[in-house]
């Protein structure tokens, strides 16, 4: 049996779907109901600062609903983080896409928010990240260089570079188990994060509701509900 030592995670929109959060490309996902280019693209936000905000204002609310709890899938990687760190030489990453905060309130700590964070915000100017639970207006002065208009959500848009991507490559290229969760691996560069890993030998697990685009890169799929097969995956590695 092998014996793994360095984890790579990757999580997406598929995982927070079980706590009531809108994925993106499902047929009643966001992007069905808003335009990409004017949403989340900085030309977008450019345009028409307004709606943008208000985007994201109305996604914090949702976050921030007493209903919105992380569910098994999100403990089950807090979990293996946990156990798999208390075993000498053993590495432990969790990248997610998402920008809700599911993964903190499971636990998780060694987490990298490569597309940015729905309760923070930023100052244009000085690139100042500030932490919010309360809605960001056009008229709102901001608190480092005292202007107006200043303040963005801390996320990462089309056309942006994403967060810590040399430490997300390091970790990959020294990782020995890879697994995704709960993405289509449609947008990049977290679409090659596979490819990546594969490169460095690592053994590579899918866990989605369906085969996606980067099926072909997988050892091994799980087909169902993260919150259903994730604490299972988790529970067979942490018996090893
Ligand atoms: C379940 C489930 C359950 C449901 N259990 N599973 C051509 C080629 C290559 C690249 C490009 C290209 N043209 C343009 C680009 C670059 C572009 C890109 O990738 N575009 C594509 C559309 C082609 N990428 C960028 O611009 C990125 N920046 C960049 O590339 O910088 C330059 C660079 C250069 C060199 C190196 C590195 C960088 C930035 C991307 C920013 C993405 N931003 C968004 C929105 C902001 C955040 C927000 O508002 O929330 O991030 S887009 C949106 O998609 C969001 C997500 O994080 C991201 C990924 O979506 P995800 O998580 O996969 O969700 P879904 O809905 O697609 O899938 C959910 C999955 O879950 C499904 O498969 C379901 O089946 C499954 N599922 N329930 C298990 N219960």
Same mark, same amino acid.
Request: hydrophobic share 40%.
């Given at each position: 049996?092998?014996? #793994?030592?360095?984890?790579?995670?990757?999580?997406?929109?598929?995982?927070?779907?079980?706590?009531?959060?809108?994925? %993106?490309?499902?047929?009643?996902?966001?992007?069905?109901?808003?335009?990409?280019?004017?949403?989340?693209?900085?030309?977008?936000?450019? /345009?028409?600062? $307004?709606?943008?905000?208000?985007? #994201?204002?109305?996604?914090?609310? $949702?976050?921030?609903?007493?209903?919105?709890?992380?569910? *098994?899938?999100?403990?089950?990687? $807090?979990?293996?983080?946990?156990?798999?760190?208390?075993?000498?030489?053993?590495?432990?990453?969790?990248?997610?896409?998402?920008?809700?905060?599911?993964?903190?309130?499971?636990?998780?700590?060694?987490?990298?928010?490569?597309?940015?964070?729905?309760?923070?915000?930023?100052?244009?100017?000085?690139?100042?990240?500030?932490?919010?639970?309360?809605?960001?207006?056009?008229?709102?002065?901001?608190?480092?260089?005292?202007?107006?208009?200043?303040?963005?959500?801390?996320?990462?848009? %089309?056309?942006?570079?994403?967060?810590?991507?040399?430490?997300?490559?390091?970790?990959?290229?020294?990782?020995?188990? %890879?697994?995704?969760?709960?993405?289509?691996?449609?947008?990049?560069?977290?679409?090659?994060?596979?490819?990546?890993?594969?490169? $460095?030998?690592? #053994?590579?697990?899918?866990?989605?509701?369906? *085969?996606?685009?980067?099926?072909?890169? %997988?050892? /091994?799929?799980?087909?169902? /509900?993260?919150?259903?097969?994730?604490p299972a995956f988790v529970d067979s590695l942490l018996s090893r």
């Amino acid at each position: 049996m092998t014996h #793994y030592k360095s984890i790579v995670v990757l999580t997406g929109a598929g995982i927070s779907a079980e706590s009531g959060i809108q994925t %993106f490309r499902a047929s009643d996902g966001l992007w069905e109901e808003h335009r990409i280019d004017e949403v989340a693209t900085p030309e977008g936000f450019k /345009k028409n600062p $307004a709606l943008v905000q208000q985007f #994201y204002n109305a996604r914090r609310d $949702a976050l921030l609903h007493e209903r919105i709890a992380a569910n *098994p899938a999100h403990m089950a990687l $807090a979990q293996l983080e946990r156990e798999w760190l208390t075993r000498p030489g053993h590495q432990f990453l969790l990248i997610t896409q998402n920008i809700d905060d599911l993964h903190e309130r499971a636990g998780s700590e060694k987490l990298i928010h490569m597309h940015g964070e729905l309760l923070k915000m930023r100052c244009e100017l000085s690139q100042q990240v500030f932490t919010i639970h309360h809605d960001i207006g056009g008229d709102d002065i901001c608190a480092c260089c005292g202007e107006k208009g200043r303040l963005r959500p801390h996320i990462v848009w %089309f056309g942006e570079m994403p967060l810590k991507l040399e430490q997300i490559y390091r970790a990959l290229a020294n990782c020995d188990l %890879f697994l995704s969760v709960g993405t289509s691996g449609n947008v990049y560069p977290a679409a090659g994060f596979a490819q990546e890993a594969k490169q $460095a030998d690592a #053994y590579t697990v899918e866990i989605n509701l369906e *085969p996606t685009k980067q099926n072909d890169l %997988f050892d /091994k799929h799980f087909y169902g /509900k993260a919150g259903e097969t994730l604490p299972a995956f988790v529970d067979s590695l942490l018996s090893r």
